[in-house]
T-cell receptor
Framework: QKEVEQDPGPLSVPEGAIVSLNCTYS??????FMWYRQYSRKGPELLMY??SSGNKEDGRFTAQVDKSSKYISLFIRDSQPSDSATYLC???????????WGAGTKLIIKP | GAGVSQSPRYKVAKRGQDVALRCDPI?????LFWYQQALGQGPEFLTY????????KSGLPSDRFFAERPEGSVSTLKIQRTQQEDSAVYLC?????????????FGPGTRLLVL
């Protein structure tokens, strides 16, 4: 079993819908949680960064961490076709570069 | 300003060939990272440089993989005697300073296909 599990999708939703993307993990020592967006033929781009438990909001994006359930989520409100991409979660025990990545969920927003 | 650039963007190699992949980090960025991303997977860490010093190469999968950054700017990842399992996207990332993952900027990657 992988340390970080993420449904590969694809997840297809109509424009304007609320999108929920999720990852589960097994290592209770993880404290730093990140969400990246990766467009086709591009490198990952950091979207959200959260330390420990709780919520963080940035525009249309909200990241949630539930350490008791070892479950993290990314919500996208008012989804747009330009949000179509692969979304990867990543996490680590401390804030350094040794991240453990999920496999990514492919998201398709239909106009 | 310019981001991280990588070349070539695509490389097809015959099994057994040597390949060299180049990364041009953002100007002034001290830290440089290489990752390997297999199809349908997240990136996996390969190696980390601070200026010209290779401080961590724990992720390099075998001694066929070698990375250098001789002048503390451009970096080259070399793979000798390529194997089919080396087929992946090789991502480079740079950071102004330090090792925090959240400060890294990724390049577009080099897609390597070994036949």
């Amino acid at each position: 079993q992988k340390e970080v599990e993420q449904d590969p999708g694809p997840l297809s939703v109509p424009e304007g819908a609320i999108v929920s993307l999720n990852c589960t993990y097994s290592n209770s020592a993880f404290q730093y949680f990140m969400w990246y967006r990766q467009y086709s033929r591009k490198g990952p781009e950091l979207l959200m960064y959260t330390y420990s438990s709780g919520n963080k909001e940035d525009g249309r994006f909200t990241a949630q961490v539930d350490k008791s359930s070892k479950y993290i989520s990314l919500f996208i409100r008012d989804s747009q076709p330009s949000d179509s991409a692969t979304y990867l979660c990543a996490m680590s025990e401390d804030s350094n570069y040794q991240l453990i990545w999920g496999a990514g969920t492919k998201l398709i927003i239909k106009p | 300003g310019a981001g991280v650039s990588q070349s070539p963007r695509y490389k097809v190699a015959k099994r057994g060939q040597d390949v060299a992949l180049r990364c041009d980090p953002i100007s002034g960025h001290v830290s440089l990272f290489w990752y390997q991303q297999a199809l349908g997977q997240g990136p996996e860490f390969l190696t980390y440089f601070q200026n010209e010093a290779q401080l961590d190469k724990s992720g390099l999968p075998s001694d066929r993989f070698f990375a250098e950054r001789p002048e503390g700017s451009v970096s080259t990842l070399k793979i000798q005697r390529t194997q089919q399992e080396d087929s992946a996207v090789y991502l480079c990332a740079s950071s102004l300073a330090g090792t925090s993952a959240q400060t890294q900027y990724f390049g577009p990657g080099t897609r390597l296909l070994v036949l």
